[in-house]
């Protein structure tokens, strides 16, 4: 991976920037003079954080790959190539497997990990032709927990752990640096309101942890992206988590980058 020094004028999109990690995530950057972009659906608390961090800002839900390319063309055309995406959007809705109602599966699948796969697609071909850009991710500390309650939530960001493992196979050659954070619990609107439906027995488990201020996340993202790291996590729990989590697949990686050379060698 790359390290970055300069972030002054790149332009860095972040999904889900009106609020919580997103809008924290847009003030990082935008402190250290990048262009910054915000996609969310709501525009009215998406307009006023573009206004108050200096951003631009385009409104899109991103379950849907058409509204999400449309903004994303729209804030390339307006400020430049996206060298980095962001993709902070995300939901949970907490319950006991049998009480989730069916919609709400779908619905957090779209938006945590769907969401991520639309925004990557869109900006990824424009990257490889540049051969450099770089790739945010956020999972959770429950893509490595088994945690009651998370049963629709937890799959989804498991699931963004596992498109980033497979991906930087794919375009780390080409130039482009994929980063998962995992953050625990944190202070934003989206717990506040997650809290109000957690069954007790989440609550129980959840409720010994401080819940982590979204402006710390956000500045172990970007200083993880500027150092050039694949994985980043906050809490002692999530790293010792990560650290057993990643021993697999770094003691395959080496054979699986030779696989892979040697097929394409021979393609």
Known sequence: MARVKDWVGKHVIVTGGSEGIGAAVA???AGRGAQVSLIARRKLPLRDTAKRLGADWAAADVTSADQLASAITELEQRNGPCEVIACCAGLALPGRFLEVRPDEFEVQMSANYLGAVHAVRRVL????ERSRGKILLVSSTSAFLGITGYTAYGPTKASIRQLALCLRYEVEPKGVDVTVIYPADTDTPGLAMENTRKPVETKAITGSIEPMPAE??????VRGLERGRHHIALDPLTRFFLAWANLPEDMA???MRRTIAKALRGS
Do not use: S
């Open 27 to 29: 003030e990082a950057f």
């Open 125 to 128: 071909p424009g990257m490889v």
């Open 216 to 221: 710390r996340v956000a500045e172990a993202a």
């Open 253 to 255: 990686r080496p054979f």
